[in-house]
């Protein structure tokens, strides 16, 4: 049984991609919040995260998006495979508040040395 319980966290996690690439962002939420609840680690927990505050994002919801972002820095994660979408959630954040002047041009950055410091265009700290 504990092989089944295993598999259930990541499958509910991937069917909400799927359902957020085809644009039912609801259906999607519940699927992430399930898996979110299922999570045995705080990578996990983060990158689920992540993936609810790109729905934010994509719905303009702001507010929500940083809810979101900031409960992903307090877990601490140190993964240069999330610190990107991080970074990248934050440019867009500055972005949709028409704070764009204030962003750096993300492209111009190089993805695999971003630093986990305070983003200073959004007031969103990076390391927790």
Known sequence: MLCFELLIQPLKESMGVDYQENGNHEQAKKLFFEALALSRDTVEQ???????????????????????????????????????????????????ESRFHDAPDYHEKDSTKLSMERIPWTGINCIG
């Open 46 to 96: 983060a990158r689920i995260l992540l993936n609810i505050a790109q729905l934010y994002i994509s719905e303009d919801k702001i507010d929500s998006v940083k809810f979101y972002l900031d409960k992903v820095l307090t877990l601490n994660i140190n993964d240069p495979q999330l610190m990107p979408t991080c970074s990248l959630l934050g440019y867009e954040t500055a972005k949709k």
